[in-house]
């Protein structure tokens, strides 16, 4: 049995520098947390993505430790004006699960008449 436990939070009381975070607790059970955008829908599209990234990285052997040191050692040595997310790196160690989620939350925003541009802004202008 899995349980996903997904809610948006401030953009502050994340645990580092991000739109979007996962974790397990305990044994099959899932917390998802976005930041809150004032938009319902666009929240949705963020933990839509970070569900399907966090299925397909533990499917897939790829610890949550190493994808939150990459991002945070990413965001470390952001350079200003890169508004790139750590999952779009060539090196990031779950490019592959992050590319295919951020195809199904276009699709998921496309159908929620989500403007990609406007989302995109208010997600970088956090």
């Known amino acids: ?50 569900m399907i990234e966090q299925h397909l990285c533990l499917k897939r052997g790829i610890p949550e430790e190493t994808i939150k040191s990459f991002d945070e050692e990413f965001e470390r040595n952001r350079v200003e004006g890169n508004t790139d997310e750590p999952g779009h790196s060539l090196n990031a160690p779950y490019r592959r699960e992050h590319v295919f989620s951020e195809k199904i939350e276009m699709q998921i925003a496309e159908e929620l008449g989500v403007n990609w541009q406007e989302y995109t802004d208010r997600v970088n202008a956090l």
């Open 1 to 50: 049995m899995i349980k996903i436990f997904a809610r948006t939070i401030p953009h502050s009381c994340h645990r580092f520098e991000t739109c979007g975070d996962y974790w397990e607790e305990g044994y099959a059970d899932r917390e998802v947390r976005a930041s809150e955008l004032g938009d319902e829908d666009m929240e949705f599209c963020i933990l839509i993505h970070e």
